[in-house]
């Protein structure tokens, strides 16, 4: 069954941190990966997508994320964090299959002063 | 240019009453799709259309769902006999095509059932 793991529930980082947040998946043919973001009571935002170009995929805000095939693994970070980060973030993946995107439980990213 | 709207944004019903929540995707997208939120099931895929094809219904929890999408642009999710477990935010995409696009989410409506 195709799946996606965050490992993190929740990650919480120092202003002008490393953010790393975590995102692996299963997958039996190429997948198509996104990142979205959620900031309260929003509806998710794209903010950066894989569909196999080039496997360091540079998003909105500062955000990349890199697609390791060998690791199955797309996670995303950011060199310095900023106060505005603070939101919950989502990994998702389209495994070809009409479109629908199945998504990690979501890391809630908090930014300290 | 305008996004995915969604309404109500907020919605209390009472336990057994049916709900219809209504999704207008962007203009020109063929793709439409369904998802909820819950603390406990985080986001789950309900429902999709694409163009004029037979909907992939496979996420539907129950009968009591269904959903259908007029002349190929609003969309209404119906719930019959809603139950307290039903109570999530109920989310709404549109692509411009397949599954290589980016879906463009509404902000949601929140369903309280009491």
């Known amino acids: 069954a195709q799946s996606v793991t965050q490992l993190g529930s929740h990650v919480s980082v120092s202003e002008g941190a490393l953010v790393l947040l975590r995102c692996n998946y299963s997958s039996s043919v190429p997948p198509y990966l996104f990142w979205y973001v959620q900031y309260p009571n929003q509806g998710l935002q794209l903010l950066l997508k894989?569909?196999?170009?080039?496997?360091l995929v540079k998003g909105i805000n500062g955000f990349e994320a890199e697609f390791k095939k060998s690791e199955t693994s797309f996670h995303l970070t950011k060199p310095s964090a900023h106060m505005s980060d603070a939101a919950e973030y989502f990994c998702?993946?389209?495994?070809?299959?009409?479109?629908?995107?199945?998504f990690g439980q979501g890391t809630e990213l908090s930014v300290k002063p | 240019g305008a996004g995915v709207s969604q309404s109500p944004s907020n919605k209390v019903t009472e336990k057994g009453k049916d709900v219809e929540l209504r999704c207008d995707p962007i203009s020109g997208h063929t793709a439409l799709y369904w998802y909820r939120q819950s603390l406990g099931q985080g986001l789950e895929f309900l429902i999709y259309f694409q163009g004029n094809s037979a909907p992939d219904k496979s996420g539907l929890p129950s009968d009591r769902f269904s959903a259908e999408r007029t002349g190929g642009s609003v969309s209404t999710l119906t719930i019959q006999r809603t139950q307290q477990e039903d109570s999530a935010v109920y989310l709404c995409a549109s692509s411009l095509a397949g599954f290589r696009d980016e879906q463009y989410f509404g902000p949601g409506t929140r369903l309280t059932v009491t």
């Open positions: 894989y569909t196999s170009a080039a496997t």
């Open positions: 998702a993946v389209n495994m070809n299959q009409g479109g629908k995107l199945i």
